[in-house]
């Protein structure tokens, strides 16, 4: 049975351990307000993006650049998203095992898969099972710039136009609530953005300089967003996921000091009848 000086001694410590979670829970929402801002404020661009790709581009056009070409899949590209910290519950569990299964699922269509990672979580992960990634990008939890997606969308398009792969998927968690979080999966290249509503008549553009000249600047542009959009909504979702972790975390110590105070009572109540019980013994031992 642990003795009353065992008791405190743990008590202090989850006391300790229960002050570090509600730091880190309040850090977590300082960092994910700033990251909301942030992925709120992309939003409407993203999307406007999307739609004037899908008012530029006809139907027929689609294999006009190389970034729309879709071509028979032999090898394809899978990019998992994680942070490279932990402490947040099961985001990174859940992306990596979403990967996972993707992987699992393209080969077992015949497809050639290659792996890369965002975040050290991921790429741990599947280094401790000998995976070869293609490429490794870390060091973005908290440090989102949109000239860290134009690097990792530039890599991608082009060893894309190069035929190193006929597909690109990228797996990452998508901000939903503070306290909700979807994993998701979205083809990247070929370029899926470019869809049509067939009840509407598509219309005659005049390009000016050139088509050429548009496409290969907004192509590129649209790839580069696609990949910014999802490393912000993967930091907003992080942070999210980070706060409720150490919120939980900070409410089980908390019951956890109830009921280990519950505990030092009862045991010091016992000691303190037990010594009452040898004060009464003695007592009665002189009288005889």
């Not at 993967?234 to 939980?248: H, L, W």
Request: charged share 30%.
């Amino acid at each position: 049975m642990a003795t009353l000086r065992d008791i405190k001694r743990r008590i202090n410590s989850i006391k300790s351990t229960a002050k570090i979670t509600r730091a880190m829970k309040m850090v977590a929402a300082a960092k994910l307000r700033r990251a909301q801002e942030r992925m709120f404020a992309l939003r409407p661009y993203a999307d406007k993006i999307s739609d004037v790709l899908s008012s530029l581009v006809q139907p027929t056009e689609q294999d006009m650049h190389p970034l729309l070409k879709v071509r028979p899949r032999k090898t394809v590209e899978v990019l998992i998203l994680t942070s490279d910290k932990g402490l947040c519950g099961a985001f990174n569990t859940n992306v990596i095992k979403a990967g996972v299964n993707l992987i699992n699922r393209l080969k077992s269509e015949g497809l050639e898969v290659s792996v890369s990672t965002i975040g050290r979580k991921a790429r741990e992960y599947f280094k401790r099972r000998e995976v070869p990634l293609r490429e490794a990008w870390t060091g973005l939890s908290g440090k989102v710039t949109f000239t860290s997606a134009q690097e990792i969308a530039q890599n991608l398009m082009e060893n894309y136009i190069n035929e190193t792969f006929d597909e690109v998927y990228l797996v990452y968690n998508e901000f939903k609530t503070v306290v909700s979080q979807q994993v998701t999966e979205v083809r990247l290249l070929p370029i899926g953005t470019v869809e049509h509503d067939e009840s509407k008549e598509m219309k005659d553009f005049l390009f000016e300089p050139s088509e050429e000249e548009i496409f290969n600047r907004l192509l590129p542009k649209s790839m580069e967003i696609l990949v910014f959009r999802a490393l912000l909504e993967s930091q907003a979702s992080e942070e999210a996921a980070r706060m409720t972790a150490m919120e939980n975390a900070t409410n089980n110590a908390e019951d956890m000091i109830d009921r280990l105070t519950l505990e030092f009572n009862k045991a010091r109540q016992a000691s303190i009848t037990k010594e009452l019980m040898d004060i009464v013994g003695g007592a009665e031992a002189l009288k005889e």
